[in-house]
């Protein structure tokens, strides 16, 4: 059961970038259900206020939007991510890596995450908590990897664990109660993983998946900046 208590101050807004994606806008659904806080928006290529990795221009259009709406943001989580589509499939060798693959992998996965932090970095309050969460994946855990494969994922998410890292110092320096982290959410029964379950793998729905990700958000304090949790709020080495 997600936490229906406010672990954020009083009159806060939540913003869920890839609300239109099935761990997203089971997340964005949840906190509208369980919730009272001011604002839930959803960001997406669908949205009202568009949002696109591939576009610098729709991210920064974006952040001046919000800028100008004076909302006090007390959330961002980052939903969007890429694994495969009818075009690309995870490599399974070195053999198979493809340019226009890896691209995408890290557009979706990195450089819009990236993009995100640099614009909407003047929305992030001063003082006061403040959740920074992006939805990453244990195989982008270096120390973790012992099978190799999957090059695109696992570099672009590594590289997203990086940004996190970056990001939690240069936000504790504008913020000391602000916690930016990676999340891995697991196996969720979504378009994105569904080739690639496994017997014996804990695959849960995404409204399970978005709840209990939302019990680990609901529980950080400042000393889990710049860490790296899975949703059952254990520490993944980078």
Partial sequence: MVDKSNFLPEGTSIIVIGSNGGIGEAIYKTIESNYT???VIGLSRKSEIK???YSEESIKKAADYFISKSLDIRMIINCAGFLYDKDFLPEKSI?????DHMQKSFYINSVGPALIM???????????????ANLSAKVGSISDNKLGGWFSYRSSKAALNQLVRCMSIELNRRNKDSICVAMHPGTVDTNLSKPFKKKGLNVRSPNIAASEILDV????????????LDYKFKEIAF
């Fill in 51 to 53: 949002i696109n990795y």
């Fill in 217 to 228: 958000l609901s529980s950080l304090d400042e000393s889990h900046n710049g860490k790296f």
């Fill in 95 to 99: 053999k198979d890596i493809n340019i």
């Fill in 118 to 132: 640099k614009y909407f970095f003047p929305i992030i309050p001063k003082e006061g908590k403040f959740i920074f």
């Fill in 37 to 39: 806080f001011n604002n």
